[in-house]
């Protein structure tokens, strides 16, 4: 099945990039020690987060999409790459979670909670840095590639536009408000796509030396896989399995998330009363919460999300088929239409 | 004079970034005028501080050392280079405003001034992200390069690795205290020179595929200049005529910075206990603030810095000496050692 051999290909892809960063890390983390304990506290803390783990999607898809273009030595060849995508995401989650006040992260303290404790008098500024810190080390990361330098500046180019896409997505989602689904899939487009599929789609391709049509017709297959990645995280934060998710369900309502589910939430009565009562109330009571999640079942925003989700990955698979790439390449991304969109947590 | 030779280049970069910058940053601000107006008025606010001023010393040091390494078609080769070190820096003084809580920045309102007019509700995410947005921007500038590859790559690492650095001097400054004057200086060469002179001076000299010994040399020229720059800041910034500077003398020391100067006096009773009686504090009298300034000098705080900032302009001077580079380009880049440690303001 396709989705085995993509998640046979991910398993592999992260075994390669975990190693990379450790042992990358270990130099950066001394470099910082020598500079004294602050900086190196700082390093650390962003080091750790990223070596915590993560599913490693991001470098997956850049490299299937690098042997989709028929790039020269396979997945092995732009493991940097990958790297720099996971210590950008580092840096994108540290000021996340400094601007949603977020303790916990992959399972562990965040690292705005790590420099609450270290740097008690300037915690904020302290993780506004250890995210900057990822930043920097991104564009580091990618230049330790060593394939033709011009198709590495494309994908330099690639990875400075995904950059600038991401976090006009954040402003989107923090300085304004989504008023319908519409508007919720702009953000995802930009917050989400832009640097879990679209980007690292595109960068792949342009490592490979890529035709521009080429680069398109992945990208085309790219977005729409992201907006469902995103919509599918949105199902989970409401309906997600509580025992699966490690948290329990309706998180997103307590947080006050104006997810595609409560906005179209808004034309049923009863069932916006319901996420009224909880939405934004991180005190809300299970009871009250319980209510709400099975009034936006019983409305049908479930239903409409979960078709929406389906009609995304269509699309992206159909532009698959438009792709002119391998039949067996086609298969392994045609497994992360199903990983991305169907997953559990 | 030498001075004037490099006067009249920085003018002349001035000129070329400014119009590549008003013109590309024309292109990014109609993007995100159509992703709402949130985003709009981010970017807006962003490219504006970028486009208000600044000497463009950094892109002139670019320049000047692309130049001095016999780069094919001169400073108007490497002009999106300079570009991205404007926007790099337009980040770091947007993140140093926030953590400063500084208002005005270039003779206006600074960015986190503006968002915290435009986004009351989230006036600190939209400062940071204000910042993130021209991290992100840099990397797009810089690719827009047309050099060979390779050596656009090559400084692709540079830039990675200045903004590293740049990032943890700024860590060492505000979450952690200097003790002594060389601990001030390991401050300013990552915080300042990083981004200054070592970092544009390195890049420029892989701009012009110069050999690892040349960039080696310059940078022997780059590092003590850009620590000799900050000494003369904060001279400036206590001693500074009111008039030239355009904000009151002793103004660091309201601030409450922990300068090499503060750090001189500490073994002078006197001098000690007037600085003790203003420092950090922003409502402190000005007759108190004229006493300090006052037994800063008295006590030889100020000749030490100053002999201090003669001394690395020497060694900046004596490693250019020693720089194998036409003679015409060490006129040039001499006068950098003059313009940027005798400035008055």
Redesign the interface.
């Known amino acids: 099945m396709s989705e085995d051999v993509f998640g046979r290909f991910v398993a592999r892809v992260r075994g390669q990039v975990d190693a990379w960063l450790a042992s990358w890390l270990e130099a950066?983390i001394e470099i910082?020690r020598r500079?004294?304990?602050?900086?190196h506290?700082?390093?650390e803390a962003m080091a750790e987060l990223v070596l915590r783990g993560g599913k490693r999607l991001r470098p997956a898809l850049l490299a299937a999409s690098y042997e989709a273009c028929g790039g020269e030595g396979g997945a092995d060849a732009v493991v940097p790459a990958g790297a720099a995508l996971e210590l950008l995401q580092g840096y994108l989650l540290v000021?996340d979670d400094?601007?949603d006040g977020d303790d916990v992260r992959r399972g562990g303290p965040s690292v705005p909670a790590r420099m609450a404790e270290r740097?008690p008098a300037?915690p904020?500024?302290?993780s506004?840095?250890a995210g900057?810190?990822g930043?920097?080390?991104?564009?580091?990361?990618?230049?330790?590639?060593t394939l033709?330098?011009?198709r590495?500046?494309a994908a330099?180019?690639e990875?400075?536009?995904l950059?600038?896409d991401v976090?006009?997505g954040?402003?989107?989602d923090?300085?304004?408000e989504a008023n319908d689904a519409a508007e919720v899939e702009?953000v995802h487009r930009?917050k989400t796509a832009s640097y879990t599929t679209t980007g690292p789609v595109r960068m792949g391709a342009r490592l490979a030396g890529a035709a521009e049509g080429q680069v398109g017709a992945l990208a085309a297959f790219a977005e729409p896989l992201g907006i469902a990645f995103q919509l599918r995280d949105d199902v989970l934060g409401t309906f997600g399995n509580a025992r699966v998710m490690g948290k329990p369900s309706g998180g997103d309502l307590r947080e006050g998330k104006r997810t595609a589910l409560v906005l179209h939430a808004k034309a049923d009565p009863h069932a916006s009363a319901a996420v009224a009562a909880v939405l934004g109330r991180a005190d809300a009571g299970d009871s009250d919460v319980a209510r709400a999640v099975e009034a936006l079942e019983a409305c049908g925003a479930r239903a409409r999300v979960e078709a929406r989700i389906d009609a995304l990955a269509r699309e992206a698979r159909e532009a698959l088929a438009r792709a002119e790439i391998p039949a067996e390449k086609r298969t392994l991304l045609e497994g992360a239409v199903g990983l991305l969109t169907t997953r559990e947590r």
């Open positions: 950066r910082a500079r004294g304990p602050a900086v506290a700082v390093a000021h400094w601007m740097f300037v904020e500024a302290a506004v840095l900057d810190l930043s920097a080390w991104a564009i580091e990361a990618f230049s330790a590639l033709a330098p011009a590495a500046m330099v180019a990875l400075g536009t950059h600038a976090v006009q954040q402003v989107l923090v300085c304004a702009a930009l």
